[in-house]
């Protein structure tokens, strides 16, 4: 349905009541626009509450969390139904930003899982270093609660992801094959999930998964000598 945003579109606003009075559903985004902003939330228009006032109609809250991209990134989440019709428009738009607003710090609650980012800087000359400002930026942005720490020298990975063992976080292996490995190692028998940014040189492992176009699986592991391993175990010359 064509809208003219920051101004009434009066046909748009005559079609809306038009599929109201035939009983079917109307997804409206009540802040008129696109938010690029750091805030929650914009102050809502009033167009949605003057359609359910109009009509009689409840409207049915929802937040929207993550970003767009191909298979998955987003997730809507739904509240309860409020009746507007017995509210003046300042009134209704006020409940409604109020119940928008808990479904969006819902989602921020259950966002309380903390990212780590276990960083390997010598992987593929350095490779990962450069990602690590993208890392931060976006974790800002989304109001994530994160740490980056960085490997010195061989296993440090394994005792990184280890020193989380009694939390439930999100561990990415930022680096090669060698970095996810390590993780692991170190996530092996704890809540703790493992995450992949790929910086190594061959990144076998994510380039596999990734063909699955999901954003989650679960995968099973090997393991040798009581050491574990995701893709490939080698021994001799290879290794």
Do not use: W
């Amino acid at each position: 349905m064509p809208v003219h945003v920051g101004k009434l579109h009066k046909e748009s606003f005559e079609n809306a009541i038009n599929l109201l009075k035939e009983e079917k559903s109307i997804g409206i985004f009540p802040e008129g626009t696109r938010n690029k902003t750091d805030q929650l939330l914009l102050p809502l228009r009033k167009g949605t509450t003057l359609l359910a006032k109009k009509q009689m109609q409840k409207i049915i809250p929802f937040a929207i969390t993550g970003k767009y991209r191909p298979f998955g990134g987003l997730t809507i989440e739904f509240g309860e139904p409020i009746d507007v019709t017995n509210m003046d428009t300042t009134e209704a738009n006020t409940v409604l930003t109020e119940k928008i607003m808990d479904l969006l710090l819902k989602r921020i609650g259950d966002k309380k899982m903390k990212y780590i980012f276990i960083v390997n800087p010598e992987s593929a000359k350095g490779n990962a270093m450069k990602i690590i400002g993208n890392i931060e930026k976006v974790c800002k942005q989304e109001h994530i609660e994160y740490e980056v720490c960085y490997t010195l020298a061989q296993g440090d990975a394994t005792r990184l992801a280890q020193s989380y063992k009694d939390d439930e976080n999100i561990i990415y292996a930022v680096g090669g094959d060698g970095t996810l490995s390590e993780v692991l190692n170190g996530v092996i028998g704890t809540k703790n999930k493992i995450g992949i940014i790929p910086a190594g040189s061959g990144n076998d492992f994510y380039r596999t998964v990734k063909e699955l176009a999901k954003a989650e699986i679960e995968s099973d592991v090997g393991v040798v000598n009581g050491k574990y391993f995701l893709n490939i175990a080698c021994v001799g010359i290879d290794a």
